[in-house]
């Protein structure tokens, strides 16, 4: 993300409706994304960096075993994000075991284009027995554009 623009906009609000807590769900991804409030300023509301920090944090976690398993057995993403990965993995020069973050389920489509209204995905997505968010939202993503 543009500096100029994180500084610039990272204490706004995220939403138009001041609120404590918002909720992201994404068609990319199979989990939800969690952003509690950040108390600045006197303001108790979740700020644009609150909700740009958090999916960035969300996205640096590890795959879960769960995760993993979901994600190959797609017959359609398995075999090129599988050897994407194989790739990656190979091009690094270290000892430490490489593993699989939640950004890389991603695939190349991994530019924060915006939120949009999410209710029906969070519907499908979240299991049952979850509490509701009236602050829930799609956040899209788009390919990194070649060089």
Known sequence: MDRRAYDTFCHEPATNEVTEYVRLVAEE???????????????????CGDVWRG????LQEPLS????????????ASPAWGERFRNVVQGMRTREPVIP??????????????????????????RPGT???????????KKVPSS
């Open 101 to 126: 973050r939640r950004v890389d389920w991603l695939g190349n489509k991994t530019v924060f284009c915006g939120l949009k209204s999410g209710g029906d995905l969070a519907r499908r997505v979240l």
């Open 65 to 76: 075993q769960s995760e993993w398993a979901i994600l190959m057995s797609n017959k359609d």
């Open 29 to 47: 991804f199979p989990w939800a994304i969690d952003i509690c409030v950040r108390v600045e300023k006197g303001v108790r509301a979740v700020t």
């Open 55 to 58: 999916i960035h944090y969300a």
């Open 131 to 141: 509490k509701p968010c009236r602050h829930t939202y799609l956040v899209t993503f």
